[in-house]
Every structure is written in C-alpha cells, then in structure tokens.
C-alpha cells in the first residue's frame, strides 16, 4: 500500500468508503448480512482506513464496521476511523453529543478522523470548532477535518480550528474536477491538507467511456483502476471507493500500487465528462 504521509501521520492512499452499508437514509435489514461480508473482505484484503458517518443508514454502517472490526480481532490501533456529524447537530453542544453517540455505535473509545459532514447555512464554525477541538483535547478524536467545503469556507474552517485541519474530503474524479477548478485541490496542496476524494469511480462514465477503456485496456487494468492510480498520483490526494464485491475491493487496493509514469496518464488527464 501506498500512503500519504502528512505531520509525521502516514495515511493509506486507497481506503475503504462505508456509503450503503447497512442502507441508505436508514437501516436496511436485507443489507446486513451482504454490508457485514463486505465489510469482513476489506479487513481481510487489509484496507485500514474506513470512512463512515452518522448519517450512512442512520448510525447503522457505523455498528456494522465496529461489529466487523470486533470479529475479525483486529487492533483498534492498526486501523484509522473517520466519521462524520451531520450537518443538523453543527452547535457546540449538538457535536459534542453526535460524537458520543458515534463511538457508541461503533463501540470505540476515539475516532482517529472527526469531520463536518456538509456545511449548512448560518451554521456556527466558531462554536462547533470549539467542540471538536475540545473532543481532541479529551482524546475522543485525534485529528478535524471537513467535508463538501468550498475554498470560502475551507479557509474559514482553517481559521476556527486551533488543531490543524487534515482533510477536505469532496467529490473528485476524473470525470469531476470541481474541486480542482474551485481551486480547493491546490489550497490543500499548498498547505499541508489532504483532499480525500470521494465517488472516485461510481459515475458512468467511469465504465462507459470507450476512450478510457481503451486506454486501461492498453496498460493491462480496468477503467476503475486508471481513474484510482489518476487520483493517487497526485500529491496530498488520497481516495475512498466502496465496493460490495471482494474482487472489485482487492482491484481498488492494487490500484494504489500501480505506478504509471506520468506520460502514461496523460492521455487520461484530457478525458472528461
Ligand atoms: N463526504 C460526503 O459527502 C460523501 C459523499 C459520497 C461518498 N462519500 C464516501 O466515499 C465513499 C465512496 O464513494 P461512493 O460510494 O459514492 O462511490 P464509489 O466508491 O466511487 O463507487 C461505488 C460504486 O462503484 C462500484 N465499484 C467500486 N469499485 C469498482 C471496481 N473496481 N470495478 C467496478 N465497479 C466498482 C461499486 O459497485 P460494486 O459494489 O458492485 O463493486 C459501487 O456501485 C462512500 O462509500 C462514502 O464513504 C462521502
């Protein structure tokens, strides 16, 4: 595995997203079993980093990843958590309980991640900053960051936040380059934040287009794994895709090791939707 490594911090380049485990909006029992072998394969392949929320099937996906964490007796120090609080318990108060009840779920005693699921108008930075940061202070979480922050609000997050923000995570694909034409990408880059790319292969275009296909099928790997290698490349980027499909898991974490040259990637960095 390739990693990133950030204030003597050294994080996966490819982990493991938890978005339909266990549900959408809320807890699907048809999923449980499904969400749990899921969830068993990635530790086995040896993904270590796991991103959840609260919002994902409503609390749920985050007892189903520490109920497979508890059963495959792995280490809670060989692994590296990240939730998130939802955007309706921002408040001082609001996100020091939203925390609790996330290690409650996942029968943890600190998240290794903390972020800001979504900004949402009005919301108070300073007050909610105040509480994550004192949720670092009590060792429940070990590092702050956000998620879905244009560069307005990232460089105002940066200023509230006595603890150094660690991550932006957004969309960010080959397909969707937003976050680098908003000029976010080059901000983290500039100043020592990761941005964690979320969705990195789900869009159609990903498995659709022929040029693309054409082009992995040249260097011997699949269009998902072009689009991975792509994102990895890139300094201060790691990703998150999420798979159901143990082979379509192992073929994400093998993309982390790809090393294409960069005038390999080239014809891939004109590709877009
Ligand atoms: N912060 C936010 O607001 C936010 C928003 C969205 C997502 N996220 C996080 O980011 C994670 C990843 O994003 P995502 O779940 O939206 O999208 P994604 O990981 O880009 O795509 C998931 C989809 O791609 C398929 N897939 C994955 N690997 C594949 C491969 N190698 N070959 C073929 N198909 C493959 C999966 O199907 P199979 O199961 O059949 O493989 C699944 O349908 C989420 O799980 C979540 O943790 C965060």
Not at 26 to 34: H, I
Not at 180 to 202: H, R
Not at 251 to 271: C, G, V
Request: charged letters at 20%; glycine letters at 6%; one cysteine or more.
């Amino acid at each position: 595995m390739r990693y990133e490594t950030i204030r003597e911090l050294s994080i996966p380049k490819i982990g493991f997203g938890t978005w339909r485990i266990g549900g959408e909006g809320r807890p699907d029992t048809s999923q449980e079993a499904r969400s749990l072998a899921a969830l068993h394969s990635a530790l086995e392949l040896g993904y270590t980093h796991f991103d959840t929320a609260e919002a994902y099937a409503a609390g749920h996906a985050e007892e189903l990843l520490g109920q497979a964490v508890r059963e495959s007796g792995r280490g809670r120090e060989t692994l590296f958590i990240t939730s998130k609080v939802s955007p309706e318990h921002l408040g001082y108060a609001e996100v020091l309980r939203a925390c609790e009840n996330s290690l409650h779920r996942l029968g943890m005693d600190y998240l290794d991640l903390y972020l800001i699921h979504w900004p949402r108008l009005g919301m108070n930075l300073a007050d909610t900053f105040q509480a994550l940061n004192k949720l670092v202070a009590d060792g429940m979480v070990r590092h702050l960051g956000v998620s879905n922050f244009n560069l307005k609000l990232l460089k105002q997050a940066a200023a509230c936040s006595e603890t150094a923000l660690l991550t932006n995570q957004v969309s960010y694909s080959l397909p969707d380059r937003t976050y680098e034409k908003n000029g976010v990408l080059a901000y983290c880059q500039q100043n020592d934040i990761l941005l964690t790319a979320y969705s990195p292969v789900k869009r159609r275009f990903i498995s659709g287009n022929r040029q693309l296909k054409e082009l992995a099928k040249q260097l011997g790997v699949t269009p998902q794994q072009v689009a991975l290698a792509w994102l990895v490349r890139q300094p201060r980027v790691i990703t998150i895709p999420m798979s159901f499909d143990p082979q379509h898991q192992a073929e994400n974490l093998a993309a982390a090791e790809l090393d294409f040259s960069e005038a390999e990637l080239a014809p891939f960095q004109q590709i877009q939707e």
